[in-house]
């Protein structure tokens, strides 16, 4: 079994958007440090009524303030986590992450896959296998949350994940690459 997981949403939750002027500034890998959070609306609502949740995946994984600061989620390596607040009925105070630290960590060989790029981008994934080997040559403290390089996922190590279900989020679900389909996100 994996150590590793993503993180998917759980219930129907609405699109949010940036207004224009913070467009290019989140998502991104490149660490900002805003003097106020940064707004998020509610573009494309869903068909049910909603509740906000603990977790957003668009346009950026995104945690409630709750989670990140109980979970500890501020001290990871090559992770900054920019204040944002979601304006959907009230204001929800929200950390989105900034992931710098990017792992090549896909077992070509075992995984399925249809192509890769000459840029190193997979394409067609339908099994991922982990390289265990080039991840243990890598502390575990530098591992623990990071982008998978060629698949462009956010993977999360499992010890972390495990102090955040200890939170008890609302509206995530946390999957083990080992059981990955196409499609799931």
């Known amino acids: 079994m994996s150590e590793y997981f993503f993180v998917v949403e759980s219930t129907s939750m609405p699109y949010y958007v940036f207004p224009e002027k913070y467009a290019e500034v989140l998502p991104s890998p490149i ?31 995104s945690f409630s303030e709750r989670v990140c600061e109980n979970a500890g989620l501020q001290y990871i390596y090559g992770v900054n986590w920019a204040p944002v607040v979601i304006n ?64 462009g996922a956010v993977l999360f190590h499992h010890s972390l994940v495990e102090k955040i279900m200890r939170v008890e989020p609302m509206g995530l679900e946390f999957i083990s690459v080992d059981d990955y389909t196409k499609g799931m996100f």
Do not use: H, T
Request: hydrophobic letters at 35%.
């Open 88 to 151: 959907d009925s009230r204001e929800y105070n929200f950390y989105m992450a900034q992931v710098a630290n990017r792992i090549e960590c896909i077992d070509l060989n075992r995984s399925e896959y249809k192509k890769v790029s000459r840029s190193g981008r997979i394409s067609g994934l339908n099994k991922v296998v982990l390289d265990d080997d080039k991840l243990n040559k890598i502390p575990e403290n530098r591992r623990l949350m990071f982008v998978c390089k060629g698949w």
């Open 31 to 61: 660490f900002v440090y805003p003097q106020e959070p940064i707004p998020l609306f509610a573009d494309i609502k869903p068909d049910v009524d909603y509740k906000v949740q603990d977790f957003i995946k668009f346009p950026g994984i």
